[in-house]
């Protein structure tokens, strides 16, 4: 389907906790209510049923509410203690402002915040939310149809997979293999969440700037097509020169506009990028080629990261360093299964970037295949690994078990569709917002859908 007679609105699932607190600024109704609500609210599930207590007014619902404010660009509400950068490095609580309605829902014992509003005034804070406001113009457009493309095409799979009554899965297990991926299919109650799972969404919080208005404004209603379907574009940060392909992150699936391309004008010749022989990604990953996204400038990168993406100084190249100890134990948690002590990393299979989409773990104990790549980047880290785009260095030995592993990696992100570094590079350089989109979705062709 692609055609919308007008500009849709979508639901985005911003908290699930058995407390919420918002605060109501304006005239806000709701069905089967005569009086309108504003104010401060606290929200729990008591006795099966949802209680909202207010300043005013004490409201009792079975499952569900929604807030409907009179003026919807005029009026807002706050939530507190809405958490982002979910199990990142930089995970912190902030209270945050939206727009349009409210919805509260009963999920298994807790209480669901949503978002209901426009998918024009979605986009304005999401590119705001994911980079800084300070990026070049085309960049904040090129963005704005990459987000646009990528949420529609969600929510046209959400309703084939519920239509079709298609047993989707994301798990294939065996004893010797765990294959895992992650994707928004996770969502049932909402068409997105607001945090990196998704896309960033922190409402009017971060709708600051006027490049993302004007970016938003100008691109309206265009979307990336493949095959005359809305395609289900990509981005991460950095994909480390070369791009990665869909079907190796997500499901096994191939879509010719998210396939890998290089993220350059041309190929660098002195490398080969069969990364089944692991001399070839060591090589790669080790050294520094040219590409869009292989900068240090500071200008470009304080466009493209906000403070606490900052936090993190290195993404085209970087080096993690563990003790056997630290790793062993890493491991154990973060898979919840006992290898022993690790005796070895191995690589089972790379994609077209050189990210590893299987990894073998050997312990003392167990040995294991694990996969995708989020899930290999959640196993090796306290919250998430660079990216999976590493080869792996072992020193010292007791009894054939190594003292010390170095990770040294390429890449931040799954590296799937636009690079957005290497795009704020390329608009920083002339490049414009279709020559941009094209470049990363090199099939694709743009459309104006409503």
Known sequence: MLGYENEPNISVGILTESK???????????????????????AEIINDRIVCKGDKDTIEITDEIIFEPQEPDNESFLIRDVVIG??????????????HSLKLIKDNGKITAINIVPIEKYLMSVISSEMSAKCSLQMLKATAVVSRSWLLAQIEKSKSIKSNKSDYSTIYQTEDELIKWYDREDHKLFDVCADDHCQRYQGVTKMTSEAARKAVEQTAGIVLIENNKILDARFSKSCGGISEAFENVWEPVKHPSLSSIYDYKYIADDFNDDFSKEINAEKWIKASPPAFCNTRDPKILNQILLDYDQETKDFYRWKVEYTQTQLSDLVKRKSGIDFGLIKDLVPVER????????????????TL?????????????????YSSGFIVEKTGDVEGVPEKFILHGAGWGHGVGLCQIGAAVMAEQGYQFDEIAIHYFKDAVLKKIY
């Open 369 to 385: 295949t694990i996969g995708k790549e989020l899930e290999i980047r959640r196993t090796l880290s306290e919250t998430h690994l």
């Open 86 to 99: 979910v199990k990142f490095h930089w995970e912190r609580k902030e209270k945050q402002r939206f727009t």
């Open 351 to 366: 994609g077209f970037s050189s990210r590893l989409i299987k990894l073998n773990i050997v312990g003392t104990k167990k």
């Open 20 to 42: 919420i607190k918002f605060e109501l600024y304006g005239e806000y109704s709701s069905y089967g209510f005569k009086h309108f609500f504003s104010g401060r609210f606290e």
